[in-house]
């Protein structure tokens, strides 16, 4: 199938016809003649996005998400790459595990599904995995993260750090002091002390991501901060970059906009690791993400079965789902206050994220000969958040009921059409 | 006001009410005629999913005492220790047509989850909550306290409390200083620094690391039970050190204003966060809190339930 998009609107904010054919943007002179018009009306064209944070629960917990109802609710969000973590059951901490994740996003064929691979044996933190053999698997995975669990040896990370190199790998931390967080609830702050929750304090965050980039600066390797919560993180990393240290760092669409304040009522719907935290941090974190000390958005979509949220906030899982409502979020806390123009976002969420994890077809200049993977939205159309009417298989979005910005209208794939229209 | 979660759910006015309320209802128990036939065919469920005994026995006494019927219903043995959810337990409550639901609970919030779902249409009542609150712990120290020193006042002002010891655990703790300083009191908070909550300096109170700067100066010393389990995770160095900085012992107790009294919640470490001999005193008031917990108890449940239309219209 041959597309026409007529009169889009590049994240340059040129008036632009894109034509697809045989997977690849083409010269509109050169399609098909039965090619499809699509009538783009001024909408926004953005690179296909690229998510390097995403959960999909399979193998192991299928009945919270599958790869399939992942990639599904993926293009709906805009999504031509998700990155599969590593906390599934079994592990993916060996090439079988993430051959498999990656054949099953192949077979479902909606978006690339990059597997990351676990850095540790079932995620214990104590010995490596067999990091040579995923990257040297089908599945060529450059992406090595515990996220659930903090790489919390010194030893082991700085191995790791060292280990990846190899093949230019990057080590995605979930940065969390264990000793500093024990049984810990939600942000440690007063809103903590007056539920009775225990509190997380942002030195936790902070404590680990101030020794993993002074690792990287004496290793000279590559280590990503996955979703920063803390202003003191934001200024740690900025400070390291300034010294060239080969640091990135993403933030989640809810760190964005929520704070520690909807914990008030003991909903755990607004549970999630790391935790929501204060208005303080919500706005280092968009200055962050807008001057770039923060490089990439990533979901952190982490889906969950209805009974583990339909409890106790102690008894409760950590986690959103996020996909289909990330592009959204960014508009309304980066475009809509002015922050950040659709070139950032195309960035923010597109071409940097594909640059950390080396997905080389994603993230690319929206030109004659890349391969068409890109996303259409209605930047001035409204929606609802409807939680009973989103693809992913789970319910746990924090913001049914928020009207948002931003309606995605065409998702291309590869060149097809595998959402919208 | 349909159920009781936090102190924060009543006024000042509501806070005054309930003390009044439970006043007239010791009254009435002091009298021949024990029992009141207000809460006659109404069900009352004593949920308890942590083990405590006084608040259990003090919720049943006020019960019965309203002629309510109560059915308790706690951990050991029964589903709860079976692993089945707070949702499903509620569910079989409203099954069962309970009018109210006395929770205890080890996770904090658990008795605003169970109002605030439409999990069961009964009153919640909070009977203590994780580290959050204890409401009718902190009212009936408010009444054993105003009857104590308030010269006839219906609140508390001008007094000046010091609550000493885990404040950052303490369910008691906090929702005695919301009601105290409701009442217009002044509460002072006794810890050592780890045993405060983080923030502790915007709440409206005054902060001490040190009992003996603060104890010759206060009408009302509430002492706080020390749980094993702070000890075994190094919040302070050992008991003795403890106790020796922050136990009510017989020589500070002799520095106390001529009036003033000693409380704690219970149950007591003897010899830890009290001495025997201040914890059996002329000051303390720890034994009357008991018994003042029975009216204040019955002058919640009436509050909230004794409003409501009686099913089959017997009264």
């Given amino acids: 199938m041959s597309y026409l998009l007529k009169n889009g609107i590049l994240p340059n904010g040129a008036k632009t016809d894109l034509a697809i054919q045989d997977q690849l943007l083409v010269s509109p002179d050169a399609l098909d003649k039965n090619h499809r018009i699509i009538e783009l009306d001024g909408k926004q064209i953005l690179p296909g996005l690229v998510d390097l944070h995403t959960h999909l629960r399979e193998p192991g917990f299928e009945e919270a998400e599958t790869v399939a109802t992942g990639s599904l609710s993926a293009v709906r969000g805009g999504y031509t790459a998700i990155s599969a973590m590593a906390n599934t059951s079994p592990v993916a901490d060996t090439a079988g595990v993430v051959e498999q994740v990656f054949r099953l996003g192949q077979l479902t064929g909606l978006c690339d599904v990059f597997p990351i691979g676990a850095v540790t044996q079932g995620l214990n933190g104590e010995a490596l995995s067999e990091i040579g053999a995923m990257a040297d698997s089908s599945a060529r995975v450059r ?265 995605v209208t065409h998702t291309f794939f590869n060149g097809k059409l595998v959402f919208g229209g | 006001m349909k159920h009781l979660l936090s102190i924060n759910d009543l006024s000042r006015e509501d806070a005054i009410l309930i003390l009044d309320t439970a006043a007239e209802l010791s009254r009435i128990a002091d009298g021949p005629m024990k029992k009141l036939p207000t809460l006659r065919g109404r069900t009352i469920v004593n949920l308890f999913a942590e083990d405590s005994t006084r608040t259990r026995i003090s919720f049943e006494a006020a019960a019965k005492r309203l002629s309510a019927d109560v059915i308790n219903f706690s951990a050991k043995g029964s589903s709860l220790s079976k692993g089945e959810s707070l949702k499903d337990t509620a569910l079989t409550l409203q099954a069962m047509g309970a009018d109210a639901v006395v929770i205890r609970h080890p996770a904090s919030g658990a008795p605003t989850r169970l109002a605030e779902n439409q999990w069961m249409s009964g009153a919640v009542i909070n009977a203590g909550d994780g580290t959050h609150e204890h409401p009718s712990q902190a009212l009936l120290d408010a009444f054993t306290i105003r009857k104590h020193l308030a010269k006839g006042a219906t609140d508390l002002a001008g007094l000046r409390v010091a609550i000493v010891g885990d404040i950052l655990h303490s369910r008691v703790a906090r929702s005695n200083v919301l009601l105290l300083t409701k009442l217009g009191a002044h509460v002072t908070l006794i810890a050592p620094p780890t045993l405060l909550p983080f923030g502790v300096e915007s709440w409206p109170v005054s902060i001490s690391y040190d009992l003996d700067s603060v104890i010759s100066n206060v009408d009302v010393l509430m002492m706080l039970r020390i749980q094993q389990e702070r000890m075994q995770e190094r919040f302070f160095p050992n008991a003795r050190e403890y106790s020796r900085y922050f136990g009510l012992n017989r020589d500070r107790m002799n520095s106390m204003l001529p009036n003033s009294i000693v409380m704690h919640p219970g149950p007591m470490n003897r010899g830890l966060e009290i001495t025997a001999d201040a914890a059996d005193s002329a000051r303390s008031v720890i034994v009357e809190q008991v018994s003042n917990g029975v009216s204040v108890r019955m002058a919640i449940l009436y509050l909230l339930l004794a409003g409501l239309p009686i099913e089959g219209g017997i009264n």
């Fill in chain 1, 143 to 407: 992406v090595f993260s515990d996220d659930g669990k903090c790489v919390f040896d010194p030893l082991i990370m700085r191995r790791a750090l060292e280990y990846v190199k190899k093949f230019d790998g990057v080590i995605a931390q979930h940065a969390q002091e264990p000793g500093l967080t024990i049984g810990a609830q939600m942000n440690e702050g007063e809103i903590s002390a007056q539920l009775g929750l225990k509190g997380w304090p942002a030195v936790a965050e902070e404590a680990i991501i101030a020794r993993d980039v002074l690792l990287a600066e004496h290793t000279k390797s590559r280590l990503h901060i996955c979703h920063l919560t803390t202003a003191g993180g934001v200024e740690i990393i900025r400070g390291a970059k300034s010294r060239g240290v080969q640091v990135t760092a993403e933030v989640t669409p809810h760190h964005l906009l929520l704070t520690d304040d909807y914990a008030k009522n003991y909903d755990p719907i607004f549970k999630v690791n790391p935790p929501l935290r204060l208005e303080s941090d919500v706005l280092a974190l968009r200055a962050g993400l807008a001057d770039g000390t923060i490089d990439i958005v990533a979901t952190d979509h982490a889906p969950h079965s209805l009974e583990s949220k339909d409890c106790e906030w102690a008894e409760a899982s950590f986690g959103m789902v996020g996909l289909e409502t990330a592009l959204s979020i960014v508009i309304k806390t980066m475009v809509e206050t002015g922050v950040m123009d659709y070139l950032a976002v195309a960035d923010r969420l597109s071409i940097a994220p594909a640059r950390i994890g080396r997905y080389e077809t994603h993230g690319q200049s929206l030109e004659v000969g890349k391969v068409a993977n890109l996303t259409i939205v209605d930047t001035a159309a409204k929606w609802i958040v409807d939680r009973d009417l989103m693809s992913t298989r789970s319910k746990n979005t924090p913001f049914h009921g928020f009207e948002l910005p931003g309606v």
